[in-house]
T-cell receptor, first 114, second 113 residues
Framework: AQSVTQPDIHITVSEGASLELRCNYS??????LFWYVQSPGQGLQLLLK??????LVQGIKGFEAEFKRSQSSFNLRKPSVHWSDAAEYFC????????????FGTGTLLAVQP | NAGVTQTPKFRVLKTGQSMTLLCAQD?????MYWYRQDPGMGLRLIHY???????AKGEVPDGYNVSRLKKQNFLLGLESAAPSQTSVYFC????????????FGPGTRLTVL
């Protein structure tokens, strides 16, 4: 069965520091992979997605992610974190087929220290 | 263009009461989804619809029913609410086919006492 693992429940970084959020997936075929961000009390907003092709994908707000098939990973990175990046981040894998269902990880809560 | 909207934003129910959550989208999306979000569990799919008049069960459908009578609306019903249904509920919509972005509503926070 498909699954997504985000091993870090909570991460704290200093403003200006680099960030990497980990995501591992289990999926039989080439997956569709997504990163969403959720600010407090808000819905989810898409940061970036991977379908095929270039394994390094760029997203909004200066985020990028790299698809590594050999490691079944899709880690999210940002070179310099801003205080406004404090939020919860969700990795998701697309089911494929005719339904476009997503399977979400349990999320990583990011805190940013001044 | 409002995107995906959800009504109500907050609700408190007593055990055994019923209610309906409304999701509306103005993007002409074929697919719509209902998720629940619980601490430490991410988002779990309750029910989904791939078109007007169609619905299907997701990962955690028990205790919920849905209807998609109009393409733009997707209703989630709780016939007899239980404390275990205390959660934040999100609606989402997307175009087909697979791999398209899902657009999310702002959520409904439901408490069942």
């Amino acid at each position: 069965a498909q699954s997504v693992t985000q091993p870090d429940i909570h991460i704290t970084v200093s403003e200006g520091a680099s960030l990497e959020l980990r995501c591992n997936y289990s999926y039989g075929a080439t997956p569709y992979l997504f990163w969403y961000v959720q600010s407090p009390g808000q819905g989810l907003q898409l940061l970036l997605k991977y379908f095929s092709g270039d394994t390094l994908v760029q997203g909004i707000k200066g985020f990028e992610a790299e698809f590594k098939r050999s490691q079944s990973s899709f880690n999210l990175r940002k070179p310099s974190v801003h205080w406004s990046d404090a939020a919860e981040y969700f990795c998701a894998v697309g089911h494929g087929g005719a339904t476009n269902k997503l399977i979400f990880g349990t999320g990583t809560l990011l805190a940013v220290q001044p | 263009n409002a995107g995906v909207t959800q009504t109500p934003k907050f609700r408190v129910l007593k055990t055994g009461q019923s209610m309906t959550l409304l999701c509306a989208q103005d993007m002409n999306h074929e697919y719509m989804y209902w998720y629940r979000q619980d601490p430490g569990m991410g988002l779990r799919l309750i029910h989904y619809s791939v078109g007007e008049g169609t619905t299907a069960k997701g990962e955690v459908p028990d205790g919920y029913n849905v209807s998609r009578l109009k393409k733009q609306n997707f209703l989630l019903g709780l016939e007899s609410a239980a404390p275990s249904q205390t959660s934040v509920y999100f609606c989402a919509s997307s175009y087909p086919p697979a791999g398209r972005e899902q657009f999310f509503g702002p959520g409904t926070r439901l408490t069942v006492l």
